[in-house]
T-cell receptor
């Protein structure tokens, strides 16, 4: 059964720092991967989608990469801002299922 | 605004009661799904649909029913509520029919359900 681990579970950084969030899958056969942001009491917002033929995606200060050989993905946030404070979740399809399997998220706090 | 609309936002039920969580999208998405989110467990797929008239079970379907009579609507029914169904429920949709991960998944704002 595919399982997703996100490390760290929580992270607090001062404003302006660059940071990396990690996501790993027990089954490394990942076809598609998405990173989401969730604000308290809100739904999830898709940030980046890495499709099966891709290795990374960039949007503004965000860059996500996927290493299919190891089943690991990283989300890089450059020059962090207090508005980046939220929970970040990764989700992927692969292995025996074409359904998205979600990690439990990383709670990020960016201190002004 | 276009998107996924869920109602109600909050609901309190007594054990044994039934209710329906509503989900509607206006983006002409083929794929619709229901997730529940519990602390420490991430989001888990309850049921999903790849088009009108087609539904299938996800990871945790017991105690829930769904139907998809139109492309726009995908209601989730709790048949006899139990305290274990206390959770936050999210509806999500995408263009993809085959794989829920191949296209961007758009989520509703969530419905918080408490079963006493």
């Amino acid at each position: 059964k595919q399982e997703v681990t996100q490390i760290p579970a929580a992270l607090s950084v001062p404003e302006g720092e660059n940071l990396v969030l990690n996501c790993s899958f027990t089954d490394s056969a990942i076809y598609n991967l998405q990173w989401f942001r969730q604000d308290p009491g809100k739904g999830l917002t898709s940030l980046l989608l890495i499709q099966s033929s891709q290795r990374e995606q960039t949007s503004g200060r965000l860059n996500a990469s996927l290493d299919k050989s190891s089943g690991r993905s990283t989300l890089y946030i450059a020059a962090s801002q207090p508005g980046d404070s939220a929970t970040y979740l990764c989700a992927g399809t692969g292995g025996a299922t074409n359904k998205l399997i979600f990690g439990t998220g990383t709670l990020l706090a960016v201190q002004p | 605004n276009a998107g996924v609309t869920q109602t109600p936002k909050f609901q309190v039920l007594k054990t044994g009661q039934s209710m329906t969580l509503q989900c509607a999208q206006d983006m002409n998405h083929e794929y619709m799904s229901w997730y529940r989110q519990d602390p420490g467990m991430g989001l888990r797929l309850i049921h999903y649909s790849v088009g009108a008239g087609i539904t299938d079970q996800g990871e945790v379907p017991n105690g829930y029913n769904v139907s998809r009579s139109t492309t726009e609507d995908f209601p989730l029914r709790l048949l006899s509520a139990a305290p274990s169904q206390t959770s936050v429920y999210f509806c999500a949709s995408s263009f993809a029919r085959v794989s829920s991960g191949a296209n961007v998944l758009t989520f509703g704002a969530g419905s918080r359900l408490t079963v006493l």
